[in-house]
């Protein structure tokens, strides 16, 4: 950011050094049109949403356990909801 000179990427949160503008527009989850470098809030929290649901995806299928994964994911219910993921969703594919 301008304040400490750190450059990461919005959509994956790479650390890319002091210009994050070439890794931004080539990251393969840049979901702006035409992979711009800049877009909206709305745009940037539909991307986070993604990330957070991903990363989630891939936590919940590492227990092995699957009764586990479902109170995993009921257990943080309403903080999972408070940003935009789907628990219902997310129970289904467990």
Known sequence: CSGCGCGFC????????????????????????????????????????????????????AIEERAVRGRVLEAARKELEDVGIDVAELLHHV
Request: charged share 25%; glycine share 8%; aromatic share 8%.
């Open 10 to 61: 919005a959509y994956c949160l790479a650390d890319c050094g002091s210009d994050a503008h070439r890794h931004v527009s080539n990251c393969r989850h840049n979901i702006a049109p035409g992979k711009d470098v800049f877009g909206s809030n709305g745009l940037w929290l539909r991307s986070q949403r993604q990330r957070r649901t991903r990363k989630l995806k891939a936590f919940i299928e």
